[in-house]
């Protein structure tokens, strides 16, 4: 018993002061690290205990740890509503397109930034293109309405002239139109703004490469398939996997100021949902019961996600 | 390698471990107030300092001390006031008569269901909540919960609240709009005992085009769709009848029989045969109706627009002469001028199979508008300093201050404010209502007060809107107030009654603007749809609350202008 004790205390020490002589090498690091290990702390980690509201009959009268256990009520009530089916669907059918058009035009836009030659026109081109990044959603849905509009809007005028477009078509509330307006919508606003972590990445490239390559006889185009892209692969495919991670957080926003009553069908995503069924008598437990199944379900995404990258390439998130 | 894995496990554990002994303790400090503050109940004999002989003042001078805390909800015109205390007539005034000082809490009405949600999860509460709109499934909720008086108790609302139960008397809805489940009532509601107030949707034709093709104001059907037809034909580039989706049912559904129970209940009528009600939706006249407003769609008469509606357009395409026929709620998004230029509906239109009935009805009660909390220490003089409002003096006093100093008196009997309160209206620098604001609270409604005539100044009750009120108020039944439910009722159908709207309106939109085709295959899979959502559920439901109402006082029968008089 002694022997094995003062075995793991032994192994133990040195460990620790292997620690110790670390603070006290870089202690402005560790000091500089404890407001954000509290704020995660405080912020992150203890509310998490507020959870347990997923599985109570919360009231404000008792509070997060005085109301009573209801078991998996809400739950229930989620999964055996009449629509959760098409819920379900819609929202992952919008976050996987979203995520299949949006994802490439950010690589191929760092692409094609990165041939210009002129540096101003450079700049120019990034700030242009990641302005609208900060322009809200509501004013983008409105700006979007705004030109769908038939006799009025810009770009219904256009393609109605064009030919395309029947006249008196409100194209902003139609169904068929719902997905794609909101994948071109995020396309335009995000582009820009994506695009700036692949830029850097590709200026990390050794132009060493670049050279040998051109020895070699390469032209622009296969430089970049066989240089760039392999050089920022591991960029990519984290991206991808956190991209992954986020499947079912359909963002509210903007389906909601999109809805309309005749495109429901394929509108209705889990976060209005339960923003409808929620918002009137404050439902706070409802709400967290169908939080904790979109963070369950993007766990098991990024989990399963991770392994595959790891498997097929070298890169994963751990 | 093996050993920094274990240290790092024993910190992670260690920080586990103290995450749940402080989220343990974290226990909320919130609720020792409120369970202190639930002592604070009415009380059996009335307090001494109380008045009990004359309406003001409530508390007797030289006694108690009296402070009130109120949380009232207020809009737009309100923010852009410096001193609110101050700078209304009525508080200054009130307060001194009553002898009871007021501390207000002014709240946004975009934020106010955070601030009360979040007194009451602090347990900081007013003493008293005013204009909040508080709905009756809200009401129930915090009042079982303990947050709001139960005035029924100690037989608190007939002894501190006589002018409140004279009303009821007279209107017995008064109080079944707001008794909940088991007798308890918690608020106070805005009484529409006038007829302007009660027809909440009306239908307005240009007089200009009307002369231009010749025509009445319709009073059928037929005549609807020929003159909408005609202003189509004398003007090529108007937009037809220009709505919302609401307001086109309210003034549409009526001439197929559908809606003949007032707005308050949504998509639930009486099915007249039985007696019980029904989600008529499901009727064929519904199918009618639809197939109707689609043809009108069709033909160009109804605006295509009407998803979009909006105020502000309403003015705007009144004003520039693109729309010549419309029905919303008032006419305050048109200028004075424009106002002018409409002739009103007369009476109620009336339908191929003969039905007259006019959906955009309400009911004389209604709830929320003013709630006494668990907080308050003086809940009798709280009670007493809200109901002196539903008094023919305190009407009077609310909305327009004193005659002779804010407001004067018109050879026809109504008020007016005076001169100097409406002098920036008159130059055109202020709204109506942003003048009016500085007497009185009534703005943006839901008051504590009655809407009689002539002690109140809304809109409704002036000009063409209450003469075309009058029209359309004959032979309507009453409308059945909005019915409350139990906890249980509520989890067991507001899902399914919500799921079922919406695909309803889904539907009807679809199908009058064509995107779908009606046809008996589309309409039998239509209802099927609906039985399949469980509506029968709701239907049943809403028979209990429909018995409950009953049993509560509520009668049936038909308005007429002399209830009002």
Redesign the interface.
């Known amino acids: 018993m002694q022997k094995v004790k003062s075995k793991r205390l032994a ?2 020490i ?3 002061k292997a ?1 110790r002589k670390s603070i006290r090498k870089h202690w402005q690091l560790y000091l500089l690290l404890i407001p954000v290990l509290a704020s995660f ?1 405080i912020f992150n ?2 509310p998490m ?1 507020g959870i347990q509201i997923a599985f109570k009959d919360f ?8 109301s009573e256990w209801i078991g998996f009520y809400h739950f229930e ?1 989620f999964f055996t ?3 959760f089916m098409t819920i379900l669907k819609n929202t992952l059918l919008l976050s996987v397109t979203h995520m299949i058009f949006t994802f490439p035009f950010p690589i191929i836009f760092a692409l094609a930034l990165n041939e210009l030659r002129n540096a101003r026109a450079k700049s120019m081109v990034q700030t242009i293109t990641f302005a609208p990044h900060f322009i809200s959603t509501v004013v983008i849905v409105g700006m979007m309405t705004a030109f769908l509009q ?1 006799d009025t809007g810009i770009i219904n005028i256009a393609l109605t002239n064009l030919g395309v477009l029947d006249a ?1 078509t ?1 194209v902003s ?2 169904p068929q139109f719902f997905r794609p307006l909101y994948i071109m919508s995020s396309i335009w606003t995000n582009m820009g703004w994506s695009s700036i972590i692949y830029i850097s990445a590709i200026s990390a490239i050794d132009p060493q490469l670049y050279e040998a390559t051109e020895i070699d006889g390469a032209g622009r185009f296969k430089q970049v398939w066989h240089v760039t892209l392999p050089g920022i692969r591991p960029v990519i495919i984290t991206l991808l996997i956190l991209n992954f991670g986020s499947i079912m957080s359909v963002g509210f926003e903007k389906v909601y100021l999109m809805q ?3 495109n ?2 394929v509108s ?1 995503v889990i976060s209005t949902y339960v923003y ?2 929620g918002i ?3 439902q706070f437990d409802f709400a967290t019961a169908v939080g904790l199944f979109n963070s369950i379900i993007n766990l098991i995404m990024i989990v399963i996600v991770n392994k595959i990258a790891k498997k097929v390439s070298e890169v994963s998130l751990w | 390698m093996k ?2 894995f ?2 790092l496990l024993v910190l992670c554990l260690a ?1 586990v471990v103290a ?2 002994v ?2 343990c303790n ?3 400090s ?2 020792d107030d ?1 369970s202190s503050k639930k002592a604070s109940k009415p009380k059996a004999q009335a307090p001494s300092y109380i008045n009990m002989e004359s309406a003001l003042p409530i508390v007797k001078k030289d006694t108690e001390d009296i402070t009130l805390k109120i949380m009232i909800k207020n809009g737009p015109y309100y923010q852009d006031m410096k001193d609110f205390e101050n700078d209304i007539y009525f508080i200054n005034k009130y307060a001194e008569r009553t002898n009871v000082k007021v501390e207000w809490q002014t709240v946004a009405s975009e934020s106010f ?1 955070d601030t009360l ?1 979040n007194s ?2 602090s347990g900081k509460l007013p003493d008293a909540i005013m204009k909040g709109g508080i ?1 009756n ?2 009401q129930r ?2 009042g079982e ?3 709001f008086l139960d005035l029924m108790e100690n037989d608190m609302l007939k002894t501190y609240a006589p002018n409140y139960w004279a009303l009821a008397q007279k209107y017995p809805e008064t109080l079944s709009s707001s008794t909940m489940p088991g007798g308890s009532i918690y608020s106070l509601g805005l009484v529409r005992n006038s007829v302007g107030s009660l027809i909440n949707s009306k239908m307005y034709f240009n007089k200009d085009w009307l002369g231009a093709v010749g025509k009445n104001v319709p009073t059928t059907s037929q005549e609807f769709y020929d003159v909408l037809s005609a202003f189509k034909s004398k003007y090529p580039n108007s937009l037809g009848f220009y709505t919302s ?1 609401t307001h086109m049912e309210y003034s549409t559904l009526g001439m197929f029989g559908l809606g003949n129970r007032g707005t308050l209940n949504g998509f639930i009528d009486m099915d007249e045969k039985t007696g019980k009600t029904r989600y008529f939706p499901m009727s064929d006249q519904y199918r009618e109706w639809v197939e109707y407003m689609s043809k009108l769609y069709k033909d160009g008469l109804l605006s ?2 009407y ?2 509606f909006s105020e502000a357009k309403l003015g705007a395409f009144t004003e520039n002469n693109t729309v010549g026929a419309f029905a919303y709620t008032n006419l305050s998004s048109l200028t004075d001028k424009t106002q002018n230029k409409m002739a009103y509906l007369n009476g109620s239109l009336t339908g191929p199979k003969g039905y007259s009935d006019w959906y955009g009805t309400t009911s004389v009660g209604h709830t929320g508008s003013f709630i006494i909390t668990s907080a308050c220490k003086y809940p009798e003089v709280a009670l007493r300093w809200a109901d002196y409002f539903y008094s023919d003096e305190g009407a009077l006093f609310f909305y327009y201050g004193d005659v002779g100093v804010t407001a004067v008196k018109q050879s026809d009997g109504t008020y007016e404010f005076s001169d100097s309160v409406l002098k920036n209206f008159r130059s055109g620098k202020n709204s109506y209502d942003g003048s009016a604001v500085y007497v009185s609270l009534y703005a943006y409604g839901n008051t504590p007060s009655k809407t009689q005539v002539p002690f109140n100044s809304a809109d409704d009750n002036r000009g063409i809107s209450l003469k075309s009120a009058y029209g359309l108020i004959g032979d309507r039944n009453i409308a059945w107030p909005a019915f409350t439910f139990t906890k249980k009722e ?1 989890r067991s159908i ?3 009654k ?2 079922i709207d ?2 309803v ?2 539907e ?3 199908w009058i ?1 064509g ?1 779908n085709q009606l046809n008996d295959t589309t309409w039998s899979r239509f209802i099927r749809k609906i039985q ?3 509506v029968d559920k709701v239907i049943e439901t809403y028979d209990a609350a429909l018995q409950r109402a009953y049993d509560n006082g509520f009668k049936e029968g038909k308005y007429n202008a002399d209830m009002f008089k």
């Open positions: 192994s133990a040195p460990c620790l620690w702390i980690y203890i205990a009231t404000l009268k008792d509070g997060i740890w005085g009530r509503g009449y629509k038939p008196d409100y509330r139609l309309t009553s005749i429901m069908d209705e409808e069924r009137t008598a404050r | 050993n920094r274990k240290s920080a995450v749940s402080i989220g974290g226990k909320d919130g609720n409120t269901d949600t009451l999860a709905s499934s809200v909720n915090y919960q303990g947050f989706s295509k627009d998803i979009g509520e507001d899902d399914i919500r799921d919406t695909y309106k889904g009807r939109d679809k603007q995107l399949q959502m469980d």
